[in-house]
């Protein structure tokens, strides 16, 4: 399981930036009359949403006993956090059919489907801004998801963040899509996408490569600042701090961390990165109280390569790729007792995955 650890000031002034940014956006693109007095603008955007804020926790893995011969048995307990999640958000999306609020409140951790959908149920403004601080299994990470789309007739503007702590994504896309109609339940959209990112693809540690695949890593180890007394067979932390007495230790478990932590750092000293990139994509909803079938898509089959040094068309031998995502909900009851159920959506942003699925059957006996 992959955890980023934060520093929640700075990564909140982020997401407060992106969040003004993706409002000015879409407030520009969409037509709005100059003379709608603010008051009567803001009633009706922000009418049927919810603002909420919830907290869920509860207990995480056991305590784990480690032992150790090295000076006699020796038994040292791992104990690992509570898991907590801190939810703040507000939304502002409309209910398909076969989405039913089986919560009294919004506590945090309901998770719609088709918020991934290029079209919502209704047309015109709906938003979702949610910042979710997590921790699992003793590690803390940062969750992030706000967009703000709008659809019309013929066209689609959405704009939208995302950080996702265990796929370790992030990114802001804009997207300005026409939109075709076939019939009421089918729609086709072709625009473009602009995405901005950490340039993806950028190996920090292929300067240290040797032909045979190794790594120069006590080179690169003493030049971050760490030392080592070969004689006494003692490491020293940068900040002088001895971290390990025997070369295993330091192979195993100090060397892993300065790579990691290396690695992070020379990512988070380049600047982000834009693409701009041609999308297609469909839309597709059908809804009867004993059927149901929703699924959407979304494909970037080319991208522009600006020839920049961190461009991800060099990481990809300057060829395109293909970054997509999509989702499935459908559902059948057979009969007043038997019915199934199959719910997911999948992304593919950069190589990088990640998805959310689920399958089942319902028997109601009585």
Same mark, same amino acid.
């Given at each position: 399981m992959i955890g980023v650890k934060i520093k929640? *000031? !700075?990564?909140? $002034?982020?997401?407060?930036?992106?969040?003004k940014i993706l409002i000015l956006f879409i407030v520009l693109s969409i037509s709005t009359k100059a003379q !709608?007095?603010?008051? #009567?603008?803001?009633? *009706?955007?922000?009418?049927?949403?919810?603002? +909420?804020?919830?907290?869920?926790g509860g207990t995480s893995v056991s305590d784990v006993d480690v032992f150790s011969v090295d000076n006699g048995l020796e038994t040292v307990v791992v104990k690992t956090p509570y898991d907590y999640n801190l939810a703040l958000g507000i939304r502002k999306i409309a209910r398909f059919g076969y989405e039913n609020k089986a919560n009294t409140f919004y506590d945090g951790t309901e $998770?719609?489907?088709?918020?991934?959908?290029?079209?919502?149920?209704?047309? %015109? @403004?709906?938003?979702?801004?949610?910042?979710?601080?997590?921790?699992?299994?003793?590690? $803390?990470?940062?969750?992030?998801?706000?967009?703000?789309?709008?659809?019309?007739?013929?066209? &689609?503007?959405?704009?939208e963040y995302l950080e996702n702590g265990f796929a370790d994504i992030k990114y802001v896309e804009m997207s300005e899509r026409y939109r075709y109609k076939v019939g009421k339940k089918l729609s086709f959209n072709i625009g473009l996408a602009q995405r901005m990112s950490e340039p993806y693809g950028y190996d920090p540690l292929e300067d240290w @490569? @040797?032909?045979? %695949?190794? &790594?120069?890593? !006590?080179?690169?180890?003493? #030049?971050?600042? +760490?030392?080592?007394?070969?004689y006494e067979g /003692?490491?020293?932390?940068?900040?002088? *701090?001895?971290?390990? !007495?025997?070369? #295993? =230790?330091? #192979?195993?478990? &100090? &060397?892993?961390?300065?790579?990691?932590?290396?690695? /992070? *750092?020379?990512?988070?000293?380049?600047k982000n990165k834009m693409l701009q990139s041609l999308v297609v994509g469909l839309d597709f909803y059908?809804?009867?109280?004993?059927?149901?079938?929703?699924?959407w898509g979304s494909v970037m089959p080319y991208h522009?390569?600006?020839?920049?040094?961190?461009?991800?068309?060099? +990481?990809?031998?300057?060829?395109?790729?293909?970054?997509?995502?999509?989702?499935? =909900?459908?559902?059948?009851? +057979?009969?007043?007792?038997?019915? =199934?159920?199959?719910?997911?959506?999948?992304?593919?942003?950069w190589n990088r995955e990640w998805y959310d699925f689920k399958l089942g059957i319902n028997y109601v006996i009585f």
């Open positions: 929640q *000031k !700075t990564k909140m $002034e982020n997401a407060m930036r992106i969040s !709608t007095p603010l008051k #009567e603008f803001c009633k *009706k955007t922000f009418k049927f949403s919810t603002f +909420y804020v919830a907290a869920n $998770e719609s489907w088709s918020d991934g959908a290029n079209v919502g149920k209704v047309d %015109g @403004l709906e938003f979702l801004f949610e910042v979710d601080y997590t921790r699992q299994q003793g590690i $803390e990470y940062l969750d992030q998801h706000h967009f703000l789309r709008y659809v019309a007739d013929h066209y &689609i503007v959405k704009g @490569l @040797l032909s045979n %695949g190794d &790594i120069h890593y !006590t080179y690169l180890a003493i #030049e971050q600042g +760490y030392n080592i007394n070969v /003692e490491y020293f932390s940068p900040d002088g *701090k001895l971290v390990a !007495t025997s070369k #295993e =230790v330091w #192979e195993s478990v &100090i &060397i892993p961390t300065m790579l990691s932590d290396y690695s /992070e *750092k020379k990512r988070g000293d380049l059908h809804y009867k109280k004993n059927f149901w079938f929703h699924s522009h390569n600006d020839g920049g040094l961190y461009s991800y068309h060099k +990481y990809n031998n300057d060829k395109q790729w293909k970054d997509y995502s999509g989702g499935l =909900v459908f559902g059948y009851k +057979y009969n007043k007792h038997l019915g =199934v159920f199959v719910e997911g959506k999948y992304n593919k942003y």
